[in-house]
């Protein structure tokens, strides 16, 4: 065989039997041969191709820009790969969508024209493993993050139920033995203890109740019309009992009375940030609750004397079961705060703060009311 012809062979075997698609394409952007890979690709039959436009295998709402790119590749033609850090798609013959890869290598044709060969892959596939790998890596992290999570619940359950667990055993013990004396002062001190004990465990299981429901998507506000003095004079009342010796609230209300929110939910914002100012302050400091409500929105700020957040600290405030370095033997879960700032945002608010160690902090909510 002659080697022109034997060159002919080989460069049709090459051009038709390669798994890539190949287009040559002239300077005014007409196909001139489409192989066999990309007439599959593409949907198109032997004929159909030749002779079209490129734009035809370009998405419809981008064909106007490619022309325009095409040009500016035609007036400075260079190698290029084109899927680096593109997110390009090619258009099927039934309108399809499907995502490629392209690298276009422009050469003369020998008579002082200029043509254009473009190499084009389908990364369906590719892109469909990369998903699934992101989605996998996605769905660890969040395994990851769920081990933590139940390791530091088990933490901190276990050290919150320890003291009134304990407490209750040996005031339950004490009770029989002063009901044996008739000492009926010390058997109503205990019993006053369990009480409490057991309230206290009733609040802890309550969080981790709330937690459970916020995380499975369970809340849903119910909005009614809430007199806004009333409830906080409610929630003044039912803290007076945790309210160290020489603490006081002082409650402030200014604006509209009346304000459309969900009751319980506000109830508990405001119950825990007015129980942690009490908490985290000491004897004789006050702690001050403002309440203010006008067009449409509700802002609550509770101020106190306390110990205060570092600022290490404070990034993580909101997180789930975060306690700061400074909490010390205070009983906490760590929960409060992540409820208040899940509860205020369900009413379409959000929650802020500023807080000094050793001066004191400031919690502020709005909520749309
Ligand atoms: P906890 O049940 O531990 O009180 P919270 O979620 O309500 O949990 O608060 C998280 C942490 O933020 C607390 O453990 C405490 O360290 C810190 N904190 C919250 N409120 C105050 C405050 N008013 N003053 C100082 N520290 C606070």
Redesign the pocket.
Known sequence: MKKEATDQVLFKALFEQATEGILIVTEAGKILLANAAARAMFGYEIPELEGQSIEILIPTDLRRAHARHREQFRSDPHPRSMGLGLNLHGQRKDGSVFPVEISLSPFDDGAGGQLTIAFVIDITVREQLAQQRANIAVELEKEKELGALKSRFVNIASHEFRTPLATILSSAGLINSYADRSDFENVKRHTARIKNSVNHLQNILQEFLSLGKIEDGKVEPKIEAINLPELLHEIEEDLKPILKKGQKITCQHAGETIAQTDRNLLRIIAI?LIS??I???PEDSPIEVECRAAAGKIEIVVR?R????SEN?QRK?FERF???S??GSTT???????IVKRYAELLGGSVAFS?QVGEG?E?RVWLVG
């Open positions: 825990n942690n100012a908490k985290y302050s106190d306390g110990i205060g957040i600290d405030l975060f306690r700061a400074n909490s906490g879960t760590g929960l409060g705060l992540y807080s902090s919690f």
